[in-house]
């Protein structure tokens, strides 16, 4: 069995390999069916000095989904910087994407993968900050555009207007990481497919010019 840790920094070391062997094995096989024991096995710790980090594997779960949606929420926070409203939600879907791509066995995991259930009583993450909840983030900026009148009259419904954004950008991001070396599609440019699909989500959502 390795050393216990000796300092906060390699506490937090090992901590984030036990996490990072976590995400690669829930994805890999599903999080039913992996053990705390073939996790310690991946990074080379036995079953005991895992439980030294993580009480049981729920603990580890419930940690695993506050790194990551912390990860994903912090990523978006320059976008506050930007006055348009539009452009806000613009460059918020792009950063979304970005982190898609970028780590995509976190976004795996955290919108590919059926998940045991994780309400806001589990979590270290405030719920409904935009600081820590992505989701409120975009809430956030669907918000403050349909305040200013930016879309459809008919649309009056912030939660429904996010979450069409979300789930047109999740599937390019979805197909993108599962699918993308499949050899029975010819993919077109993975940036010309975002920026369509973000077209044709705002050609349907946005008030017409006068």
């Not at 699918?179 to 077109?188: L, P």
């Amino acid at each position: 069995m390795p050393p216990k840790p000796k300092t906060e920094q390699h506490r937090l070391q090992i901590r984030t390999a036990i996490l990072d062997a976590a995400r690669e094995l829930f994805v890999e096989r599903g999080i039913e069916a992996v053990t705390m024991r073939e996790i310690a096995k991946r990074i080379g710790y036995s079953p005991t000095a895992i439980y030294l980090h993580f009480k049981d594997k729920e603990a580890l779960i419930h940690e695993l989904c506050d790194t990551d949606f912390l990860a994903l929420a912090q990523d978006l926070q320059a976008i506050e910087q930007i006055s348009d409203p539009i452009e806000r939600l613009r460059l918020l879907g792009l950063g979304y994407v970005q982190f898609a791509v970028t780590h995509p066995n976190h976004y795996r995991l955290m919108f590919m993968t059926p998940q045991v259930k994780h309400g806001a009583e589990d979590s270290s993450i405030e719920a409904g900050n935009p600081e820590q909840d992505a989701y409120a983030h975009l809430r956030v900026m669907v918000t403050a555009a349909h305040g200013a009148n930016c879309f459809r009259p008919e649309l009056d419904d912030p939660d429904l207007i996010a979450q069409t954004l979300w789930s047109g950008l999740h599937g390019v991001c979805s197909l993108e990481i599962a699918k993308k070396n499949d050899c029975w599609v010819e993919w077109r440019d993975f940036e010309a497919r975002v920026k369509l699909m973000q077209a044709v989500l705002m050609r349907g959502l946005l008030r017409e010019a006068a």
